[in-house]
Nanobody, 126 residues
Framework: QVQLVESGGGLEQAGGSLRLSCAASIGTSDKPALGWFRRRPGLERETVATISGRGDVTYYADSVKGRFTISRDNAANTVDLQMNSLKPEDTAIYYC???????????????????WGLGTQVTVTS
């Protein structure tokens, strides 16, 4: 069982930046793929960015490419999402998620992630 706790959400103006962080209770020998996902008002959950166990492979949704950066610190068991040039359409609840502990390969499919945090709200005003 992996527990995930997100932090760093809040209210920001368009063009601004926010950094989300997720603390994961991962065993010292486990390096599962991690990801950030979001649910925008009235829309289905979508993948924002994912990162492999070693941090060498990343995926970004087209809507955030060039603006968001995912990174992980395996020593600290954290995964961050740096969000720059924020837009009002980035307003959403952002969730951190993990694949099964023995699966380091990142997936773009949210269904591949079985452990989820409770989410953190990001609101971007115009």
């Amino acid at each position: 069982q992996v527990q995930l706790v997100e932090s760093g959400g809040g209210l920001e103006q368009a063009g601004g930046s926010l950094r989300l962080s997720c603390a994961a209770s991962i065993g010292t020998s486990d390096k599962p793929a991690l990801g950030w996902f979001r649910r925008r008002p009235g829309l289905e959950r979508e993948t924002v960015a994912t990162i492999s166990g070693r941090g060498d492979v990343t995926y970004y949704a087209d809507s955030v490419k060039g603006r968001f950066t995912i990174s992980r610190d395996n020593a600290a068991n954290t995964v961050d999402l740096q969000m720059n040039s924020l837009k009002p359409e980035d307003t959403a609840i952002y969730y951190c998620a993990s694949r099964r502990a023995d699966l380091p390969r990142a997936s773009e499919n949210a269904g591949a992630y079985i452990y989820w945090g409770l989410g953190t709200q990001v609101t971007v005003t115009s």
